[in-house]
């Protein structure tokens, strides 16, 4: 692990200089988001304006400059994007192809009228070691293997005792569950409450995906927070189909009712989930979930409880699930190990409620899925076994 974080770290160094000799550099990532089995959004960020672009090659034996390879630029409506924040998505490639890719970003120190004057190029590193790899999404894999971690409160200790327990070798992808912070104020508290030791851990290579939490919707920085986490199908809830588990994915909002004070007249978390409920009945509806041979519900906060939220997930989502043969919903927010039976009249499926100091991991293949709850020591706590449903 020691050796994947230095790797890291050294391939933020700028082209031709030691970190601390640039005055222009990437300050997070790169990391992944919304993979999928055609393409990948790859996310970072620098200290100064500039426009960013990925470099890719096929995982051969070539070295990666054995040739020019294609640049995928940071674009929107016909223009190179100029930011701080850079998203490059890229499109068309092969499902369950492994690929290499460096980023890139050149500083833009002056655009006046239709002049524009460049600074210095940095980019992550593929001289010292090997450039960052990722692989796309197989829709026939037979056989998955995922993580989940929730509640982490900016705790990167806790965070680094769960994730390095897992084979990363053997792992396809990871889900952030909610809660990764106490609440949104900055850009550098969201890397330095949980991104940056995401990346170092894992998430320039292998991808991570978002079911936001109520603390995530907190914070004068919260409502930037999509721009960092993008998603496939444009809002924060979504469902995606990985082998042979179809995954949907809930934004469960706030805790409370809309008008608490502690919301400050600020949140329509309410109508919100009324929107997601119409999306919600329709998804459901795909063959991406109806064929599927596991359905899997990730959620940040449980149809359990009896707070507001919690009550407006029983009455607008678990409903339609039921009616869908959802089989498990994986929850957090109540920072303890709770596994709820299905319940006449109420969810017809478990729903596993993960504590804030333990991941679930779970393998599927064509005879089960199995979930395995796991301390900080990697103890297993608890088990759920799920057949298939066809």
Not at 9 to 31: K, N, R, V
Not at 56 to 71: C, I, T, V
Not at 115 to 126: I, P
Not at 288 to 314: F, L, N, S, T
Request: hydrophobic share 40%; charged share 20%; aromatic share 12%.
């Amino acid at each position: 692990m020691n050796r994947l974080i230095l790797f890291f770290l050294c391939s933020l160094l700028p082209i031709g200089e030691g970190f601390a000799q640039s005055d222009f550099s990437i300050t997070h990532g790169p990391y992944l988001q919304a993979l999928h089995d055609t393409g990948v959004t790859i996310v970072w960020t620098t200290d100064k304006d500039a426009i960013a672009w990925v470099e890719l090659a096929p995982d051969d034996s070539s070295h990666f400059y054995l040739q020019e390879r294609p640049k995928y630029f940071a674009s929107s409506h016909g223009f190179k994007d100029v930011s701080k924040l850079h998203k490059v998505t890229l499109r068309n490639l092969q499902p369950g192809v492994k690929y290499r890719y460096r980023v890139y970003a050149q500083e833009v120190t002056s655009h006046v009228g239709t002049d524009v004057q460049y600074g210095r190029v940095v980019a992550t590193q593929v001289y010292r070691q090997g450039p960052l790899t990722f692989t796309t999404s197989n829709p026939a894999q037979a056989n998955l293997s995922f993580s989940i971690i929730n509640d982490i409160h900016g705790r990167n200790d806790v965070m680094k005792n769960l994730l390095g327990q897992v084979d990363w070798a053997g792992t396809d992808l990871l889900f952030f569950n909610g809660d990764m912070a106490n609440d949104l104020r900055s850009e550098e508290q969201l890397f330095a409450h949980y991104m940056d030791t995401a990346t170092l851990l894992f998430a320039g290579e292998k991808p991570m995906y978002y079911a936001r939490g109520n603390h995530e919707t907190r914070g004068n920085f919260a409502e930037k927070f999509p721009d960092y986490f993008p998603t496939l199908s444009g809002h924060l809830y979504y469902l995606m189909r990985r082998g042979p588990v179809c995954f949907v994915v809930l934004d469960c909002g706030e805790d409370k009712p809309d008008t608490d004070i502690e919301y400050s007249g600020i949140v329509n978390m309410d109508e919100y989930r009324t929107q997601q409920a119409a999306w919600l009945k329709l998804a459901l509806q795909s063959p991406e979930y109806r064929d599927a041979p596991y359905k899997v519900v990730i959620c940040h906060m449980p149809p359990i409880g009896g707070w507001h939220g919690e009550q407006e997930i029983a009455d607008k989502f678990v409903p339609l699930l039921n009616d869908a043969g959802a089989q498990i919903m994986i929850s957090g927010h109540l920072h303890r190990h709770i596994k709820v039976d299905p319940q006449p009249g109420a969810n017809r499926f478990p729903v596993l409620v993960n504590s804030n100091n333990a991941m679930v991991r779970a393998i599927a293949d064509g005879g089960r899925l199995r979930f395995e709850v796991v301390d900080q020591q990697g103890k297993v706590v608890d088990t759920i076994v799920l057949n298939p449903t066809r």
